[in-house]
């Protein structure tokens, strides 16, 4: 359906004769084989002063266009180009505007004759020729004026509705395309659907600007509008004026958007929609639950079937609020998680080896990754994916809400520790922030390190983060020995003091020494 190469290069030549051409594609001129510029198909745009555009243009108008020229012109036996410049000559005498020629562009199949036999029609009307009442007059004459005096009334209706002239309602149909097609409704109608509309408190300004609502049907306003109107008393959905566009919008739309909506203000700090119950279920103030909520992305009857679980298996109400992304988790995990404290004698009310239970590799690996988490703490480390470790180290990273993430990393690199030194012990940024802090604080006051305090191993910064990340463990995660040994050193026993320290340190030489003492 694209214009051939030969019609196009006599077109052009013909008018470049004729006129001078503001604008023409050279692609256009010496293709020889295709009907397309760069493989997108033309459009022929011709002004009142009788030049010629070609231009790209959107697929809806090509392909009338393109009907035209290769359809009705042809079978009338008219060459393109003089058909289609008598056709544009004939439309602009009559009074009609190249913008109205433009909107639309099926009237270049209407025949010369038939276009002035219907200005004529419609001067003996008293009635201004435009491309849209050209294609109305085609009808019988006395159906033709009554659908004309029913247009006049409506617009004075809704001249009155909106508070505006003729000529300004007029300027508006040209902006909101959506008011021409209310010119078939009777104005009972339409007084009927603002009724509706004014129970709601939408004031007649908001159909102004969005009167596309009134192109539904009364029920379907009723409907849309009684539900909205729920959702706000309820505290679900929160907006200063009435959404019409969207009232306005298909069925489809309508419902996705609203249903997108609610699943947003599950993430919204201080959304009323699960707070209020989750405070009470915990016992805790609801600014507690706000405070702890800062990625919360449960629906409430989710998060409180996870909450009664952890309830009845010992954890108190601030150890769940001080690791809410536990809630995050598959109930079947946190299950599992609590069926291996008890495998090793471990109290599940220990929350930190409930965590270390929850994110370590007891657990069947997960079959979705948090690809959004992941992202973030890639940007953060300023690495692709990729460049992430793999495997389980990283599951505690994707349960930790990324405030805490942002913290540690802040508070690292205000250490001195550089992306790089963090990339390879990312495992530290899971971390409570408190916790972390403390440890690096009181880091070499500890028994097993202090002697090594000065030694120039600690020159390298991964040197000192795999310490810190070995004190978090043994002090704060692991509640015992023998779970300690499972975790780390798989089924060899359990791991002694001095040997851990020895793995951690490796064996130091004369000349460290040396370097040491001197230092």
């Known amino acids: 359906g694209v214009v051939d190469a030969g019609s196009i290069r006599e077109y052009c030549v013909w008018w470049k004769n004729r006129a001078p051409v503001t604008s023409m594609s050279d692609n256009a001129v010496n293709s020889e084989e295709q009907g397309a510029v760069g493989g997108e198909e033309l459009f022929v745009r011709i002004s009142g002063e009788g030049s010629v555009t070609f231009e790209v243009a959107d697929v809806r108008w090509v392909g009338e266009l393109n009907s035209i020229l290769q359809g009705q012109l042809q079978l009338n036996k008219l060459p393109i180009r003089t058909g289609l410049q008598q056709r544009i000559e004939t439309l602009l005498s009559v009074g009609c505007t190249m913008e109205q020629i433009h909107e639309r562009v099926i009237v270049l199949k209407l025949s010369e004759q038939t276009i002035l036999r219907r200005a004529l029609v419609l001067k003996d009307l008293g009635r201004p020729v435009t491309v849209d ?11 033709v004026k009554d659908i004309l005096a029913a247009r006049d009334q409506l617009d004075q209706h809704l001249c009155s509705l909106f508070g505006c002239s003729i000529s300004e309602l007029e300027m508006m149909k040209k902006s909101r395309p959506s ?19 004014h129970q ?14 009134l192109n539904l049907k009364i029920e379907n ?45 599950r993430e919204i700090d201080g959304s009323p929609i699960s707070h209020e119950k989750l405070a009470a279920r915990l016992g805790v103030t609801e600014k507690d639950v706000r405070d702890a909520c800062t990625n919360f992305r449960l629906t409430l009857s ?46 599940v009310s220990n929350v930190y080896a409930f965590l270390n239970f929850l994110s370590s590799g007891h657990l069947p690996a997960r079959s979705v990754v948090f690809s959004r988490q992941k992202k973030f703490v890639a940007k953060l480390l300023g690495v692709s994916i990729k460049d992430l470790p793999a495997g389980n180290e990283l599951r505690p990273i994707w349960a930790t809400d990324r405030l805490t993430i942002k913290r540690n990393f802040d508070f690292l690199q205000s250490e001195g520790f550089s992306t790089e030194d963090i990339l390879d012990h990312v495992f530290l940024l899971a971390h409570d922030c408190k916790i972390l802090h403390d440890c690096y604080c009181n880091l070499w006051q500890r028994p097993e390190l202090v002697k090594h305090r000065d030694s120039l191993l600690w020159q390298d910064k991964k040197r000192v983060l795999s310490a810190l990340q070995y004190v978090i463990e043994k002090d704060m995660n692991f509640a015992s020995t023998v779970f300690v040994a499972d975790v780390e050193l798989g089924h060899r026993g359990p791991a002694k003091e001095d040997e851990k320290t020895q793995e951690l340190l490796p064996e130091m030489d004369g000349s460290y020494e040396e370097d040491a003492t001197e230092n």
């Open 179 to 197: 008011l021409r097609r209310l010119k078939s409704l009777p104005p009972e109608v339409i007084d009927k659907k603002v009724e509706v509309l």
């Open 221 to 265: 306003i009723s409907a849309r509008m009684n539900r909205l109107d729920k959702l706000r008393k309820e505290g679900k959905l929160l907006f200063e004026k009435w959404p019409l566009n969207v009232v306005a919008g298909q069925l489809k739309r309508f419902e996705y958007l609203i249903e997108s909506t609610l699943e947003d203000r």
């Open 302 to 347: 989710c998060a409180i079937e996870r909450i009664d679980y952890l309830l009845a298996q010992g954890l108190s109400s601030q150890d769940i609020l001080g690791h809410v992304y536990m809630l995050n988790e598959k109930l079947e995990d946190l299950q599992a998680a609590a069926e291996q404290c008890r495998k090793f004698g471990i109290p």
């Open 200 to 213: 709601f408190g939408v004031t007649a300004e908001e159909i102004r600007e969005h009167p596309e609502i």
């Open 133 to 143: 009442l050209l294609f109305l007059v085609g009808r019988n004459l006395r159906k």
